[in-house]
């Protein structure tokens, strides 16, 4: 499990029952109470919790806006986990998968774990910095890992190096989209992004878009392609229904969690 993964089912747990102890967090994660007491110490720093003797509570004169919106957030983690986790079924093993760069298919990364012989190629420095670490800790070492290089970008992706990108070759491209609507298209936020999903189209035979719910049937900023060039739909059920048909009258698999 994740480090962010504990914090948030810590927070959740403390907001359910007012206190949490070191002991029994130890034993729901089965981790040692040291790396619990460094939680703890972290989240806060953060300012969402008092630590005391023994376990930790929430802060004196904590408000109910702010649970609530601790809470929203463990939500959206919830459905983005929800998401990652049936992404990373319709990997086979044994295939060559890119990963794009984004949240979502961030969330990806931990149950890559789950299968083996994977040829993992993305242009996410985040995305590639888990699975390097993942596999200097497995032995032997299961997956293999290809970066395709560029200019940095705050959403931690790589754009830019397009001659690398046309000789990439992949089974299964795995990307997050900023809108998906059946008349309006593929669509993302921003222009670097926006090229990269366009080439990203021409490398596999199977395109996986996944997509927040509150993003089906909205139009980003800039259009990459028809809706119908994506294979499978993964969002929540969340999602609008009248956008979902119309997706699926286009030939969009879709699969809600």
Known sequence: MLRSERHNQIMQQ??????????????????????????????????????????????????????????????????????????????????????????????????????????????????????????????????????????AAPDYGLYGDDEALRRVRADLVILEAGGLDAERGLTHDDRDGAQMTRALLNISSQTVALVAPERVGRAGAIFVAPASEVDVLISSHEAPTPALWDLSELGVHIILT
Do not use: C
Not at 52 to 68: D, K, N, P, S, W
């Open 14 to 151: 403390l907001h359910t029952t007012g206190s949490v102890y070191v002991a029994e967090l130890a034993r729901t994660f089965q981790v040692d109470a040291v790396t619990i007491r460094r939680d703890l110490a972290e989240l806060e720093r953060a300012g969402q919790l008092h630590r005391v003797h023994g376990g930790a509570m929430l802060r004196a004169g904590q408000t109910i806006t702010e649970i609530f919106s601790l809470a929203a957030v463990d939500q959206q983690q919830h459905i983005e986990r929800r998401i990652a986790e049936a992404a990373a079924r319709f990997i086979p093993d044994h295939s060559v998968v890119f990963l794009g760069a984004g949240t979502l298919t961030r969330a990806v990364t931990p149950f890559l774990n789950k299968h083996s012989h994977l040829t993992i190629i993305t242009n996410a420095l985040d995305i590639a910095w888990y699975v390097a670490q993942q596999a200097r800790l497995a032995q032997p070492v299961t997956h293999t890992l290809h970066v395709i290089g560029g200019q």
